[in-house]
């Protein structure tokens, strides 16, 4: 079945360390995005990509950080640099960036900073 | 920037019956669509029904329909025949369709929490 994945669906961090979560997709989707959702606030873009190699700043990009080095993975690294981390965060893909195209959303990873 | 605002933090509708969501947003473009998603317990984000903005008919898609007004920015959404399995948040979301700064963004309202009550 085509679709997204993300991993690990619940993390743990201690106040400091650097962590990555993954997100994974089969729809051979050239457009990429990720997602953080708090209590009240709506979903807030962080970084997308259009294409292999290319990413962008979406409207809460500091303290993180991405890569694009294949069209199925977007990674998305939280750094130490992030303010307040815990969040849960959802990855998401469409075929392109044109508005028409619908953006398929993963199951999500909720992380947790203590 | 593009703003999306959902005035009702929540909501509740008896199983059977109808309930309208609201939403209004603010952009300077004229070309967009408008989506609304649902996000069950489960956290999975489901798309409901788009819209765009070219279009002056409403959307529908089953027992969700969408009333588009689009010279007052506004953009809600009718679920008729209420069903146990439509509780959930409901989110409001603009894309632009090309060109701007906000091309390939999805900018999402603040969500409405729908609850059915048998």
């Known amino acids: 079945d085509g679709g997204i994945t993300q991993s690990p669906k619940y993390l743990f961090r201690k106040e400091g360390q650097n962590v990555t979560l993954s997100c994974e997709q089969n729809?051979?989707?050239?457009?990429m995005y990720w997602y953080r959702q708090d209590p009240g606030q709506g979903l807030r873009l962080i970084y997308y990509?259009?294409?292999?190699?290319?990413?962008q700043k979406g409207d809460i990009a500091e303290g993180y950080s991405v890569s694009r080095e294949k069209k199925e993975s977007f990674p998305l690294t939280v750094t130490s640099a992030q303010k307040n981390p815990t969040a849960f965060y959802l990855c998401?893909?469409?075929?392109?960036?044109?508005?028409?195209?619908?953006?398929?959303f993963g199951p999500g990873t909720r992380l947790t900073v203590t | 920037a593009q703003t999306v605002t959902q005035s009702q933090p929540e909501m509740s509708v008896q199983e059977a019956e109808t309930v309208t969501l609201s939403c209004t947003y603010d952009?300077?473009?004229?070309?967009?669509?408008l989506f609304w998603y649902k996000q069950p317990p489960s956290r999975q984000m489901i798309l409901v029904i788009r819209?765009?903005?070219?279009?002056?008919q409403n959307a529908t898609e089953n027992r969700f329909s969408v009333n588009f007004q689009k010279a007052a920015k506004s953009f809600s959404l009718k679920i008729s025949d209420s069903q146990l399995g439509d509780a959930a948040m409901y989110f409001c979301?603009?894309?632009?369709?090309?060109?701007?700064?906000?091309?390939?963004?999805?900018?999402f309202g603040q969500g409405t929490i729908l609850t059915v009550h048998p």
């Open positions: 979301a603009y894309r632009a369709n090309a060109g701007g700064t906000s091309y390939g963004k999805l900018t």
């Open positions: 819209q765009e903005a070219y279009k002056q």
């Open positions: 998401a893909s469409s075929i392109g960036t044109g508005g028409y195209y619908e953006q398929y």
């Open positions: 952009t300077s473009e004229s070309d967009y669509y």
């Open positions: 990509s259009q294409i292999v190699n290319d990413f």
């Open positions: 729809l051979n989707h050239d457009a």
